[in-house]
Antibody
Framework: EVQLVESGGGLVKPGGSLRLSCAASGFTFSSYSMNWVRQAPGKGLEWVSSISSSSSYIYYADSVKGRFTISRDNAKNSLYLQMNSLRAEDTAVYYC????????????WGQGTLVTVSS | QPVLTQPPSSSASPGESARLTCTLPSDINVGSYNIYWYQQKPGSPPRYLLYYYSDSDKGQGSGVPSRFSGSKDASANTGILLISGLQSEDEADYYCMIWPSNASKVFGGGTKLTVL
């Protein structure tokens, strides 16, 4: 069974940093591209970042470019999101999600972790 | 960044069909993209439902009932999610998405479906 479990969320002050983790199990993590998608309270979904299976290709939404860094450790079956210079508008539930392949995307999602940026 | 337009809300009665739309901007041809659909119930993460490119190129998510199907209306530049035989458990938010390039994934604003 595919499982994705996020952790690392919490309350942080504007300008602060936070590192999110996503532990994967039930599939060969090193074979799949992965994503972070966020959802502000009461709002819709926003794609944040993607990373290819070998970390060769990394992409970011314009809203986080230069502030967030996605990475992965295939030996530990883990995905990460380092978030710096956090702003109030970064407040959201952050989900990690898998890309099944070159056609199907975001086929499995974690339960999410809440990040609140507030003074 | 393209903007996908979804009606904020829709409603239908149990047993009826619900047709949810996702309109692409005029400079992006719906015929050129897979349209992805996700379902989200309160307090839960989104669930992948299906993608639709054409009748010969489409895919259903794991465990997703065949009551959920996709289509396109090229004349309206719109992707469509059709839910037939509505059940109370289908009440949820539904999001469409396109994957215009490796560098981005774009969601619609979502439609809240109420089963009356």
């Amino acid at each position: 069974e595919v499982q994705l479990v996020e952790s690392g969320g919490g309350l942080v002050k504007p300008g602060g940093s936070l590192r999110l983790s996503c532990a994967a199990s039930g599939f060969t993590f090193s074979s799949y591209s992965m994503n972070w998608v966020r959802q502000a309270p009461g709002k819709g979904l926003e794609w944040v970042s993607s990373i290819s299976s070998s970390s060769s290709y990394i992409y970011y939404a314009d809203s986080v470019k230069g502030r967030f860094t996605i990475s992965r450790d295939n030996a530990k079956n883990s995905l990460y999101l380092q978030m710096n210079s956090l702003r109030a508008e970064d407040t959201a539930v952050y989900y990690c999600a898998r890309d099944e392949g070159v056609v199907v995307t975001l086929d499995y999602w974690g339960q999410g972790t809440l990040v609140t940026v507030s003074s | 960044q393209p903007v996908l337009t979804q009606p904020p809300s829709s409603s239908a009665s149990p047993g009826e069909s619900a047709r949810l739309t996702c309109t692409l901007p005029s400079d992006i041809n719906v015929g050129s993209y897979n349209i992805y659909w996700y379902q989200q119930k309160p307090g839960s993460p989104p669930r992948y439902l299906l993608y639709y490119y054409s009748d010969s190129d489409k895919g259903q998510g794991s465990g997703v009932p065949s009551r959920f199907s996709g289509s396109k209306d090229a004349s309206a530049n719109t992707g469509i999610l059709l839910i037939s035989g509505l059940q109370s458990e289908d009440e949820a938010d539904y999001y469409c998405m396109i994957w215009p390039s490796n560098a981005s994934k774009v969601f619609g604003g979502g439609t809240k479906l109420t089963v009356l």
